[in-house]
Nanobody
């Protein structure tokens, strides 16, 4: 199984970025997919998740209204659209395939991508 996150970069505060995650080696459409982020010196935090069908999404409170997760099962892709970016959103962003348990819990995810860096300048 491989998960490859991409699309990170440097953006000014208030700007937008769309991250992509390409999946291979798994039956993609049956997996809930999650996004997490990790800032320097901090724990890896839940951003949000999307069900296998794409019909259900869950977001961390601080991301609601600014971040949107979507997926294209035909392409084995999941996306994270980030708007209204703030300097505190600076982190490495990871995509992951859910295994079992609470969607916001890191331990609930079986497969992880390598991460993509997002830097928001003030």
């Amino acid at each position: 199984v491989q998960l490859q996150a991409s699309g990170g970069g440097v953006v000014q505060a208030g700007g937008s970025l769309r991250l992509s995650c390409a999946a291979s080696g798994l039956t993609f459409s049956i997996y809930t997919m999650g996004w997490f982020r990790q800032a320097p010196g901090k724990e890896r935090d839940f951003v949000g998740s999307i069900s296998g069908s794409g019909n259900n999404t869950v977001y961390a409170d601080s991301m609601k209204g600014r971040f949107t997760i979507s997926r294209a099962n035909a392409k084995n892709m999941v996306y994270l659209q980030m708007n209204g970016l703030r300097p505190e959103d600076t982190a490495v962003y990871y995509c992951a395939a859910h295994w079992r348990g609470t969607y916001s819990n890191i331990q609930s995810y079986r497969y992880w991508g390598q991460g993509t860096q997002v830097t928001v300048s003030s």
